[in-house]
């Protein structure tokens, strides 16, 4: 079956020197697993001193080095979050909102959306970073998944604008939506839907693809969780390069 439109991760990454921060969401190419890639990069020394860390129920990002860390308040967060039967990954605190937004008032299946908009893009003048977002839900043996971006009108910090796109999964297909269209000064939002990518079959070759087409000195850490369908089972890699 031939789909229009659809990119391969390596070819949009390796062209790209900051993307900023991302998200992938798909299908294995075998149909097996469901498949998540969240990545982030950094230009100054505060964005680049971090590592993603694991733990029950979520992951966080962390100063690498503690005695460097200069303003944290955009840059540690919790990037990934458990709930219930969905995963929730966000590239801000914003995980946080859709995580508490599903345990107070539960899934109506707007919930994802309803949460964000209490929320607006990153008030870091004149980026004006946009916030993505996704959410994976588990279904009988399958999924779906929603991604979302909260971004300022054409750099107009007194409007947010908020996007919502929703996705019954195929195999070898996924999304992909990261912060910046391009390097910049300031650096401009991502511009258009969620780009349309070959999605491969395991969490070791997603890991690959990704990690070695980011741009090597802008590179900071990439969480990749994969779960299996049929078994519900997950398998995860974390890379940071500060080691």
């Known amino acids: 079956m031939s789909v229009k439109g659809l990119n391969n991760i390596e070819d949009l990454l390796s062209v790209n020197s900051y993307p900023g921060r991302g998200i992938i969401v798909g299908k294995s190419a075998d149909g097996k697993s469901a498949m998540i890639a969240y990545f982030i990069m950094g230009r100054s020394a505060n964005s680049r001193n971090r590592i993603f860390e694991r733990y029950e129920g979520g992951m966080r990002t962390k100063a690498f080095d503690e005695s460097k860390l200069e303003d944290p308040s955009l840059i540690i967060y919790n990037p990934f979050l458990e709930c219930d039967k969905s995963d929730i990954v966000t590239n801000g605190d914003q995980t946080d909102t859709v995580f508490n937004y599903i345990k107070e008032h539960g899934d109506d299946g707007y919930s994802f959306e309803k949460s964000l908009y209490t929320r607006e ?24 998944y929603k991604m979302s971006i909260l971004k300022s009108s054409d750099g107009n910090p007194e409007v947010c604008n908020r996007y919502f796109y929703g996705y019954s999964p195929l195999a070898g297909i996924g999304h992909f939506i990261h912060t910046y269209e391009c390097d910049g000064n300031p650096i401009p939002s991502f511009y258009g839907e969620p780009e349309k990518v070959k999605m491969p079959n395991t969490a070791k070759e997603l890991a690959d693809i990704v990690w070695n087409n980011l741009n090597q000195d802008n590179k900071v850490s990439l969480f990749i969780r994969t779960i299996s369908l049929e078994s519900g089972k997950s398998e995860e890699i974390i890379i940071n390069k500060n080691k």
């Open 121 to 144: 893009f990153e008030p870091d003048h004149p980026n004006y970073t946009p916030r993505i977002s996704a959410i994976l839900n588990y279904a009988d043996g399958d999924f779906n």
